[in-house]
């Protein structure tokens, strides 16, 4: 099994400003790996695909970089919406496995 | 616009049995592949299982093989995960959620979820 690593479990951010997350996979996964926010009490909802590809209607703010076993989630600059947690998925080998998250906050 | 309406969820005894739906609207679902995601209270996303768009192929998380049995039906464009054998490790809320467009197993839409208690 593929374990993803997220980075840091929190993080404080002061609205406005640039937030950048971590995840590492424990081997290869390509660029088989998707970005997820989940607000309190939603489901949650799709951001990143293919390590770098914006979803429909995910807003510029967002982006995605990386290969193999490391991977970044910029948000350029903090809206209200996005204080939630983030997880990314590895969808290279079964089972499909998700990061433990990471908690962004307002600072 | 994509929804997906999960139920089934509620109260049941350890070692019992509970079946969840998840019914689709607004795209073609007997093309996309779908998945069961649950996530315990407080705690993170855990893939559970997929099914192919045919109903072909089923993949299971090591956790609930043997226990879980996911299906479809394509006529009624509905999902199901048939639970027995239920452990107070499986309380959790479960999601559908659909099959992205592009190649690879990612999930571009999630229903709201249905939430299972095992407890005595």
């Known amino acids: 099994e593929i374990v993803m690593t997220q980075s840091p479990a929190t993080l404080s951010v002061s609205p406005g400003e640039r937030a950048t997350l971590s995840c590492r996979a424990s081997?290869?996964?390509?660029?088989?790996l998707a970005w997820y926010r989940q607000k309190p009490g939603q489901a949650p909802r799709l951001l990143i695909y293919g390590a770098s590809t914006r979803a429909t209607g995910i807003p510029a703010r967002f982006s995605g970089s990386g290969s193999g076993t490391e991977f970044t989630l910029t948000i350029s600059s903090l809206q209200s919406e996005d204080f939630a947690v983030y997880y990314c998925?590895?969808?290279?080998?079964?089972?499909?496995?998700f990061g433990g998250g990471t908690k962004v906050e307002i600072k | 616009e994509v929804q997906l309406l999960e139920s089934g969820g509620g109260l049941v005894q350890p070692g019992g049995s509970l079946r969840l739906s998840c019914v689709a609207s607004a795209f073609t679902f007997s093309t996309s592949a779908m998945s069961w995601v649950r996530q315990a209270p407080g705690k993170g996303l855990e893939w559970v299982s997929l099914i192919s768009g045919s109903g072909d192929h089923t993949y299971y998380a090591d956790s609930v093989k043997g226990r879980f049995t996911i299906s479809r039906d394509n006529s009624e464009n509905t999902l199901y995960l048939q639970m027995n054998s239920l452990r107070a490790e499986d309380t959790a809320v479960y999601y559908c959620?659909?099959?992205?467009?592009?190649?690879?197993?990612?999930?571009?839409?999630w229903g709201q979820g249905t939430l299972v208690t095992v407890s005595s």
């Open positions: 081997q290869s996964v390509s660029s088989s």
């Open positions: 998925q590895q969808y290279s080998n079964w089972p499909l496995t």
């Open positions: 959620a659909k099959d992205g467009p592009s190649r690879g197993y990612y999930f571009d839409y």
